[in-house]
């Protein structure tokens, strides 16, 4: 049986992964969840505590328009958690224009137009958590991931930035930098990690660092938190990619 809790948290990137991992143990956990994400078709919560709202964040140019609605229409949402993203690796030369412009539209962009979206209604009620889901290549980068580290260094310099700025709000701003997470992402792309358990982090793994950053006892934040498999194996090309 769910507790009961009276916070509402945004989780962006809800219907798979992550974001599916972080919704559910928010949810088990007693808060509100509004989950966002371009397609819900291929996943149910059953929970009355969550809401699913059908956005898709890499069109920016309705993206201030939807926000403004749903805030109108869940004025009491006092944090979020900014998982949704895409990964595109390669050297640089290998991405065409639109293609770097889609993959920081959407993995850095809108996260900004989000955030700048709730920031003054956590301002007005002097509280709130905001947590952006960076990467280990927010740390380092690597030959063949350019553009999406370029993504997520700039999360992880908003948020450096952000905790600044909204301290005296009452506003706490934390990143979480997951190394290889065993998740949907690998699917399309050409390599992954390895197969053993110490070869990977899980979603909920992931979930349980957010589900403390949130529980973290008011005045405390966690301003980073980095996960890493306990052995590192990348294998690539994947079986039967070539």
């Given at each position: 049986m769910e507790k009961a809790n009276n916070r509402t948290i945004l989780v962006t990137g809800a219907s798979s992964g992550i974001g599916k991992a972080i919704s559910t143990s928010l949810l088990?956990?007693?808060?509100r969840v509004i989950g966002m994400a371009r397609d819900f078709s291929k996943?149910?919560?059953?929970?009355?505590?969550f809401r699913a709202v059908p956005i898709d964040l890499s069109?920016?140019?309705?993206?201030?328009e939807q926000l403004e609605t749903l805030i109108k229409d869940e004025p009491t949402i006092d944090g979020v958690v900014c998982c949704a993203g895409s990964g595109r690796f390669g050297s640089l030369e290998e991405f065409s224009y639109p293609q770097i412009s889609a993959l920081l539209d959407l993995d850095l962009t809108s996260h900004i137009y989000l955030v700048r979206a709730l920031i003054?209604?956590?301002k007005k009620r002097a509280a709130?958590?905001?947590i952006f889901m960076g990467s280990e290549s927010a740390r380092s980068g690597g030959k063949r991931g350019a553009v999406y580290s370029a993504a997520k260094f700039g999360l992880r310099g908003l948020a450096q930035s952000l905790r600044q700025e909204c301290a005296?709000?009452?506003?706490?701003?934390?990143?979480?930098?997951?190394g290889m997470v065993k998740t949907a992402f690998f699917d399309e792309l050409d390599f992954q990690h390895g197969d053993e358990p110490d070869n990977y982090?899980?979603?909920?793994?992931?979930?349980?660092?957010?589900?403390?950053?949130?529980?973290?006892?008011a005045g405390t934040v966690f301003d980073e938190i980095n996960l890493s498999p306990q052995k590192k194996v990348v294998r690539s090309p994947k079986p039967g990619s070539r």
């Open positions: 088990g956990h007693g808060y996943v149910r919560f059953d929970s009355d505590h069109r920016l140019d309705e993206l201030p003054p209604g956590m709130g958590d905001i005296a709000s009452g506003i706490r701003v934390s990143i979480v930098n997951p982090i899980l979603p909920e793994d992931v979930a349980t660092a957010v589900l403390a950053i949130i529980e973290a006892r």
